[in-house]
């Protein structure tokens, strides 16, 4: 597809499981971003990948929370043990990654993470 | 389609100056507008969440307001540091839609010791 792609849409998960969200950014950008959007909230970002550079993962927000980036295109952001305050819309967003702050985010449509 | 405007585009001011960054969109109908920071090389870092009801949000030395009707946000600094230089980037979140983000073209501010 042309667009930023994100698996499973929905994900409905036990407190305490862990959980998997998949993301496929636009072919041929090198930044991609992991952000959450809890309910009335807005976003809250959480790792950036740019490259082959070490990640940024200064916005995760504990230790249980942790993302791969293979061969600089797909991104797989998992969360262990997950608590009730886990559940939120995982968005992930690509970029050209030119260097310059301004370049256009795309953003998929989500996954929408129910911790029960 | 929403179109989010920073103006200015840098700033470089002296320590201890107050200043203020603009925001402007121009589809009011928003869910809420966020401003961020981001530092060389690194993600994005929230500052403050405006909601749609809302007129202005405070956290420490910064200051965001929302006029929705003018379409307008402003983020105030006050006594600004060195630490302060990043590049400032408003969002706004479109009414019914999590992925609804339009993210403003940013401000790099420098601020002078």
């Known amino acids: 597809g042309a667009g930023v792609s994100q698996s499973p849409s929905n994900k409905v998960t036990e407190k305490g499981k862990d959980v998997e969200l998949r993301c496929d950014p636009i072919?041929?950008?090198?930044?991609l971003y992991w952000y959450r959007q809890s309910l009335g909230q807005g976003l809250e970002f959480l790792i950036y990948?740019?490259?082959?550079?070490?990640?940024?993962k200064s916005g995760l927000p504990s230790d249980r929370f942790s993302a791969e980036r293979t061969g600089g295109s797909v991104s797989t952001l998992t969360i262990q043990r997950t608590q009730q305050e886990d559940s939120a819309v995982y968005l992930c967003?690509?970029?050209?990654?030119?260097?310059?702050?301004?370049?256009?985010?795309?953003f998929g449509p989500g996954t929408r993470l129910t911790v029960l | 389609k929403q179109e989010v405007t920073q103006i200015p585009a840098a700033l470089s001011v002296p320590e201890g100056e107050n200043l203020v960054l603009n925001c402007s969109f121009t589809?009011?109908?928003?869910?809420?507008l966020q401003w961020f920071r981001q530092d060389p090389g690194k993600g994005l870092t929230s500052l403050l969440l405006?909601?749609?009801?809302?007129r202005e949000q405070t956290s420490g030395r910064l200051n965001a307001s929302l006029d929705k009707s003018s379409g307008r946000s402003t983020l105030y600094i006050a006594a600004s540091q060195p630490g302060d230089s990043a590049t400032y980037l408003c969002?706004?979140?479109?009414?019914?839609?999590?992925?609804?983000?339009?993210f403003g073209t940013g401000t790099k501010l420098q601020v002078i010791p």
């Open positions: 589809d009011s109908a928003i869910y809420n």
């Open positions: 405006i909601q749609s009801s809302q």
């Open positions: 969002a706004v979140i479109k009414s019914g839609g999590y992925q609804k983000v339009t």
């Open positions: 990948f740019q490259g082959n550079s070490a990640p940024d």
């Open positions: 072919s041929g950008h090198t930044a």
């Open positions: 967003a690509s970029s050209l990654g030119r260097g310059r702050v301004t370049d256009t985010q795309y």
